[in-house]
């Protein structure tokens, strides 16, 4: 009884059965996406944007970054779960996806609290600490370009308040990090980023054996024997 259940089509019925609140709105989105090529690979499965939305609750989030819109599932899942005057910032590298969201933001209500970014992540998240420093939000969920992982997990650290969330989707990678024969770039960054953080005593970790893999990170609030980097800081520079 100790042993990971694996997981069948049959068993994943149930579990959505019993325990998925997905409604209308969130539905149809799922199904726009699903109509464009890939979308329905790329999109978050619902029972992780049902997630997300728990772990805004549970960590009292006002504020919280995306990295990676896509057609914005996981947005309005996050953006339903914030109290008022609550905000979500989501950056994509296109503004065609966020485009086909913001019908769907709009119908849930929730348009006025969401912020979309576009434009290359790097840039973006370098501007967001110059306008307004580091350690501003709540929660940060990450699900881009693979091949940049670990710098959006870095950025992220500067990012989230102590005692904050970060999230990271895809962090078994269709199962390639446990492949010794898949080394494209993106497996290895994912690999990279796994490592880094499972020697990172920054942060309390756990990483959930659900959907493509999802690592959940809690920055530590440390003692005054030791400091956070600043805004723009690396961490080779806070060592």
């Given at each position: 009884?100790?042993?990971?259940?694996?997981?069948?089509?049959?068993?994943?019925?149930?579990?959505?059965?019993?325990?998925?609140?997905?409604?209308?709105?969130?539905?149809?989105?799922?199904?726009?996406?699903?109509?464009?090529?890939?979308?329905?690979?790329?999109?978050?499965?619902?029972?992780?944007?049902?997630?997300?939305?728990?772990?805004?609750?549970?960590?009292?989030?006002?504020?919280?970054?995306?990295?990676?819109?896509?057609?914005?599932?996981?947005?309005?899942?996050m953006a339903r779960a914030l109290p008022p005057g609550g905000r979500v910032v989501t950056c994509d590298v296109s503004a065609k996806w966020p485009a086909i969201a913001e019908p769907f933001w709009r119908r849930a209500g929730v348009a006025d609290r969401i912020e979309v970014r576009v434009g290359d992540a790097i840039e973006t998240l370098a501007g967001l600490r110059t306008e307004q420093g580091g350690g501003r939000f709540d929660l940060v969920f990450i699900d881009a370009d693979k091949v940049n992982y670990p710098w959006?997990?870095?950025?992220?650290?500067?990012?989230?308040?102590?005692?904050?969330?970060?999230?990271?989707?895809?962090?078994?990678?269709?199962?390639?990090v446990a492949d010794p024969d898949s080394n494209d770039q993106d497996t290895l960054a994912?690999?990279?980023?796994?490592?880094?953080?499972?020697?990172?005593?920054?942060?309390?970790?756990?990483?959930?054996?659900?959907?493509?893999?999802?690592?959940l990170a809690r920055k530590k609030r440390w003692g005054p024997e030791r400091e956070y980097p600043t805004a723009g800081q690396t961490a080779t520079e806070r060592d």
């Open positions: 009884m100790g042993e990971q259940v694996g997981t069948t089509e049959r068993l994943i019925d149930y579990v959505r059965r019993v325990s998925l609140r997905e409604d209308e709105i969130l539905r149809d989105l799922r199904a726009e996406t699903a109509r464009l090529p890939a979308g329905r690979h790329l999109q978050v499965m619902p029972e992780e944007g049902q997630l997300l939305g728990m772990l805004v609750g549970l960590v009292s989030a006002r504020r919280v970054l995306e990295i990676g819109t896509f057609t914005g599932y996981s947005t309005l899942s959006y997990y870095e950025e992220a650290m500067l990012l989230t308040r102590p005692d904050g969330l970060i999230v990271i989707d895809n962090t078994l990678f269709l199962g390639k994912i690999r990279k980023l796994n490592s880094m953080l499972r020697d990172d005593d920054r942060v309390e970790l756990s990483l959930i054996v659900m959907a493509d893999g999802i690592t």
